[in-house]
């Protein structure tokens, strides 16, 4: 079927109404404002600049612990405390070693640790917030609409082409199909998030990978009402030790926000060695740990959600420009993930290429000639300073936490450089071991690991806790999640890992069902709260995750 796309022009087109996209925006508006006031030619417009957003409404998506450090936003919009939606003021920074029974707090909290003149947020209505000044300043801001493929354009890229509505579940056209927008820019500023699936094709097809692949984690967060004087409002505490092996990593958080509100969590590396380690689960059984069973006794599960997080640092950032495009934010590897900071750094970058953009639009031109000054202003910014020192940091704890922390102690020492630089990594996927013999034969006789239920109080199963996290997406419409061969799903990877993709995802998408004298994967895409974890950590890499339709996924109210 040829489809007849509208077109339409602007001079920049951002991909994301995250943090980095909408401090792009709103700083790239406020310098056209100061231009066009001076008198200066040639005359720019805000209205030129488009941005896109797949959720909803802006923030729907939008899920971080979340502790802000708000330097950047202090540069973008100097008065934010008379008017940001800013929870609580951090109070107290601890740090928790957890045994299966016992809670020891660190007599001295590590500087890692330290959140002393940062807030706790929820980053859902600081994106809202900042998506309202963006709107003001006259920026077209569109929700609901995914960028689903790139126009490509010589050595670079000219835009975007947005999802087609009204597909049904068998590809054909409904009653109220309405064909994606063909949306061109002079430039295009990618900012999707954690594994954008237009970042991905980009990278691959320009071969724009950098000495590492990009590492990641997943973060598993709830949201919880409790009982008063449980926590105090900007309590903030990070936790290490059980559940969590030492042949793993990850820990936990306890975030004390205000109206007895709090935001727990774990985050996991992914590239742990059983592909029947389930990450939900162990945030689950996380919180029967008695000091945080307790802070939860007599509370209420409000909220649900879980993300992915680019770990990998400066070694593994891609290259960030080429004719008429820009990375910035989560697809750009914009985190600090010693500190599990990313909200300034993305904001930051945002900001950056907005200058960069900028200066092209005056001059006339977008080229990659022009827009390689994008990176050197990274190089002389605080980003290149806070990545630089922890750029072997997470490679250190490829295999397990107690190498990990004899390395960051020698970074400590020498400035980030360690014993080897740079440390090198390998793709998380790259780390499961294949299933024993013995292991396939109980499984092919029905002896598969028995899944979390939970107790419907303190804990709960995947489906419980996605029903908390809003996610809708309408089931007449084709899967966003594109298994490309469904026969190694029931042959070759049952048999090999288990079918990881039943443990790994935390919105319960993926199952085995029975199909005949064998099985087949069923996938439940209505239920997924696009982590990409799938995409991350598939051990063949034949999931790929694309846009749903526009609106689709979850809800992140308040998270």
């Given amino acids: 079927m040829t489809v007849q796309r509208e077109q339409l022009e602007a001079d920049v087109l951002i991909v994301g109404a995250g943090p980095a996209g909408l401090s792009c925006a709103l700083h790239l508006a406020n310098l056209i404002k100061a231009h066009n006031a001076s008198g200066t030619k040639p005359e720019l417009s805000a209205e030129n ?52 029974g016992s809670a020891f707090r660190v007599p001295i909290t590590p500087p890692p640790f330290v959140n002393t003149g940062n807030y706790v947020v929820s980053l859902n209505k600081i994106t809202k917030w900042l998506g309202g000044l963006v709107e003001a300043a006259g920026i077209n801001l569109f929700t609901q609409f995914g960028g689903r493929d790139l126009i490509y354009e010589g050595d670079g890229i000219a835009g975007v082409i947005t ?24 430039v295009t500023v990618l900012a999707e998030g954690t594994r954008g699936s237009l970042t991905k094709q980009l990278v691959e097809k320009k071969k724009l990978d950098n000495l590492n692949p990009q590492s990641y984690g997943i973060g598993i967060k709830e949201l919880w009402d409790i009982q008063p004087g449980k926590v105090t409002p900007g309590y903030v505490a990070h936790t290490l030790g059980w559940p969590v092996s030492t042949d793993m990593y990850g820990g936990g958080w306890i975030y004390g926000l205000s109206n007895n509100r709090l935001s727990i969590g774990l985050v996991l590396a992914l590239e742990y060695a059983d592909p029947e380690f389930d ?10 740990h008695p000091h945080v069973a307790k802070i939860l006794q007599g509370g209420k599960l409000v909220r649900y959600g879980a993300k992915s997080l680019p770990y990998g640092g400066w070694y593994a950032m891609p290259k960030n420009y080429l004719d008429g495009g820009l990375i910035v934010g989560d697809s750009g590897s914009f985190l600090d993930s010693q500190r599990l ?6 904001m930051k970058s945002g900001m950056l290429a907005a200058e960069t953009i900028f200066d092209a639009l005056k001059a006339g031109d977008t080229s990659a000639k022009t827009l390689s000054a994008f990176p050197k202003k990274i190089e002389q910014s605080y980003i290149k300073k806070e990545l630089w020192q922890v750029r072997n940091f997470h490679q250190s704890f490829q295999h397990g936490m107690l190498g990990g922390f004899f390395h960051t102690a020698l970074q400590q020492i020498t400035g980030g450089r360690g014993v080897i630089d740079p440390m090198r990594a390998h793709a998380g996927y790259t780390h499961y071991k294949k299933l024993s013999p013995e292991k396939v034969r109980e499984e092919a006789a029905g002896h598969k690991p028995e899944r979390f239920k939970g107790d419907g109080v303190l804990t709960f199963d995947r489906l419980t806790d996605v029903y908390h996290s809003g996610t809708r997406h309408d089931d007449d419409q084709p899967s966003h999640l594109l298994v490309r ?37 069923r996938i439940n895409f209505a239920n997924c709260v696009h982590c990409k974890t799938c995409d991350i950590a598939d051990p063949y890499q034949i999931i790929d995750w694309v846009v749903p339709e526009g609106g689709g996924g979850p809800n992140y109210e308040g998270m």
Wanted: net charge neutral.
């Fill in 279 to 288: 990450p939900h689960a162990a945030f689950q059984k996380w919180k029967t």
């Fill in 485 to 521: 061969d469904l026969n190694v799903c029931a042959t070759k990877c049952v048999v090999e890992y288990g079918n990881p993709c039943q443990y790994f995802c935390p919105a319960a998408v993926y199952e085995m069902a029975k199909d005949g004298e064998g099985q087949k994967l």
């Fill in 341 to 346: 900071k990313g909200i300034h750094l993305a």
């Fill in 49 to 100: 600049i488009y941005v896109l957003e797949k959720g909803r409404e802006v923030g729907a998506h939008q899920l971080s612990g979340a502790i802000m450090n708000p330097k950047a936003l202090a540069e973008l919009v100097p008065d934010f405390e008379k008017t940001a939606p800013l929870d609580t003021p951090v109070t107290d920074s601890a740090a928790l070693l957890f045994t299966k």
């Fill in 163 to 186: 999802e087609d509505k009204g597909i049904d579940k068998h590809g054909k056209p409904k009653d109220n199909f309405t064909p994606g927008y063909e949306l061109r820019a002079k």
